[in-house]
Nanobody
Framework: QVQLVESGGGLVQAGGSLRLSCAASGRTFSRYNMAWFRQAPGKEREFVAA????????DYTASVKGRFTITRDNAKNMVYLQMNNLKAEDTAVYYC??????????????????WGQGTQVTVSS
């Protein structure tokens, strides 16, 4: 069982930066691949970034490559999403998710086992 709590969202101007944090509970955190998803009003939830259990592998959706960076600290049970050069289209609720699997990082939200409550990111243009 893993519980996830996101923080770090807020209002920022276009071109600015935010760092989202996801605090995980549970002794087996290091066995989970982790990801960030986002959902904008009226849109489906979409994959943003994922990181393997070891931190050695990452994946990003094309629209955030070069601007967002996902990292994790297994000693602290934390996952982070550094977001730079934010754009208005990045406005959404951002969710942290955990996938108890070994293998390829997955972009399908239905494959993830645990979810946080979300944190709002609003980028003003």
């Amino acid at each position: 069982q893993v519980q996830l709590v996101e923080s770090g969202g807020g209002l920022v101007q276009a071109g600015g930066s935010l760092r989202l944090s996801c605090a995980a509970s549970g002794r087996t955190f290091s066995r989970y691949n982790m990801a960030w998803f986002r959902q904008a009003p009226g849109k489906e939830r979409e994959f943003v970034a994922a990181i393997s259990w070891s931190g050695g592998g990452t994946d990003y959706t094309a629209s955030v490559k070069g601007r967002f960076t996902i990292t994790r600290d297994n000693a602290k049970n934390m996952v982070y999403l550094q977001m730079n050069n934010l754009k208005a289209e990045d406005t959404a609720v951002y969710y942290c998710a955990a996938d108890y699997s070994v293998g390829l990082l997955r972009v399908d939200s239905t494959k993830y086992d645990y979810w946080g409550q979300g944190t709002q990111v609003t980028v003003s243009s």
